[in-house]
């Protein structure tokens, strides 16, 4: 017999969109407009509802202890089907069974009440989570200590940052012992240390036999966490298999054709703290008309200051196929960071004079980020070869695995 967490069978969600129901002001008018319909064809009858499957034919078991990343592409799907198996939203069609209590962490201060306080909070997220009041108690100390905000612990959550929110929240889900934790990718929004902090609780909680599904775009937390991945595609699983697998899968899709350059100021779900400063375009130019791996790369960025920001710093992160890190430069390496005033636009350019890249496919991610915290990030920003497979040595392979490559940052114009 099958010891699993999670089942999902022929599991699908559709939405209805660019529809509004009809609104009555009075009995009158809603029985005035009954009798119209009965007695005359409306105009509106002969066009279809606009309907989108946002999940369709989703099937897999998770089983007790495994812990399974959810990768794929804005739209894909990811958050959905946790919304699913949370129960925050109906399936349209199929069937979830679930063994356990079911912990979530999907969006910022989902489940906290903005009037109550910190404290407040805890309790009422614990009760929701079906805890009695005796375990919350005794998991109360662990909690304030993992989420550091003890020094407001007893002011209302509507005066928190949205970094505070995830630090209370993620320490609520994953003390209080759900059997099922579910995490969207909001833990973005702290700083690194969080991150890695929550990643380390995260392990934890899968040795101790729980079960985690974690939807991330943070391949390296994906391929270092977890056992087992999903991809999904418009709304379908399109392979199941190891983390490490499953990556590569979703990075050969990604990249099955080069982009070297693109408008991404318009691109939706931005992991970040949020829009005061927001990279708007990058490209990648290089000698001649492919890449060849001893041959410089340059990287053209430009951002815009949507509200005031202190001192921040940008990089550029290379990703191999695999989900391995190639490179990073960063700028605050060559001691420039940037300080804008509302609305006004840089451009910014790094030249890597020698990246020593095999012969291979990239994906490129550039990152805005203050004093460790993230405050936007494009992931699949740009997509390259490189060539000349005759000069691969496994030691140059090595040595730039995950390797800060130092990069010639200079301002190439501000307005």
């Not at 912990?103 to 929701?128: K, M, Q």
């Not at 991150?195 to 040795?207: L, W």
């Amino acid at each position: 017999m099958s010891n699993f967490a999670i089942r999902v069978e022929n599991l699908g969600k559709q939405y209805r969109i660019g529809y509004q129901r009809e609104r009555y002001r009075t009995i009158r008018q809603a029985l005035v407009n009954r009798v119209k319909r009965l007695t005359e064809k409306r105009a509106t009858d002969d066009v279809p509802e606009n309907k989108i499957w946002a999940l369709k034919e989703a099937s897999f078991e998770v089983q007790h202890g495994e812990v399974v990343g959810i990768i794929g592409r804005n739209g894909a799907g990811k958050s959905t089907l946790l919304k699913l198996l949370a129960h925050i939203t109906e399936p349209t069609e199929g069937r979830i069974t679930l063994h356990g209590r079911v912990g979530s962490l999907l969006e910022v201060g989902t489940g906290f009440h903005p009037e109550l306080t910190g404290r407040d909070n805890i309790y009422l997220n614990g009760a929701i989570l079906g805890m009695r009041q005796v375990e919350i108690q005794r998991k109360f100390d662990e909690i304030v200590a993992f989420s550091e905000i003890e020094k407001f612990l007893d002011t209302p959550v509507k005066r928190y940052s949205s970094g505070m929110y995830v630090r209370l929240a993620f320490a609520v889900a994953a003390h209080l012992e759900p059997e099922i934790l579910l995490v969207d990718e909001v833990l973005s929004v702290g700083d690194a240390a969080f991150q890695r902090k929550c990643m380390g609780k995260m392990s934890s909680v899968a040795k101790q036999g729980r079960t985690v599904l974690f939807v991330s775009h943070n391949l390296q937390a994906i391929t270092t966490l977890c056992q087992n991945g999903i991809l999904l595609s418009y709304g379908k699983i399109i392979y199941m298999g190891t983390a490490s697998d499953t990556v590569s899968q979703y990075l050969q899709n990604a990249g099955s054709d080069r982009i070297l350059e693109q408008n991404v100021e318009n691109k939706e779900r931005r992991p970040g703290e949020g829009i005061k400063v927001k990279i708007t375009s990058i490209s990648l130019s290089f000698p001649g008309t492919s890449a060849k791996m001893w041959e410089p790369l340059k990287f053209d960025i430009k951002f815009k200051c949507i509200a005031p920001y202190s001192t921040f710093g940008m990089s550029v992160e290379v990703w191999r196929l695999d989900g391995s890190c190639a490179f990073t430069t960063d700028s605050e390496d060559d001691d420039l960071t940037f300080t804008l005033d509302e609305g006004k636009c840089c451009a910014v350019s790094v030249v890597v004079p020698s990246p020593n890249l095999p012969p291979d496919r990239y994906i490129v991610r550039a990152v805005a980020r203050s004093g460790g915290r993230v405050i936007d990030w494009i992931d699949e920003a740009l997509v390259f070869d490189v060539f000349n497979k005759d000069q691969v040595s496994n030691r140059v392979s090595e040595r730039h695995l995950g390797n800060r490559a130092h990069g010639f940052w200079r301002i190439e114009s501000l307005v």
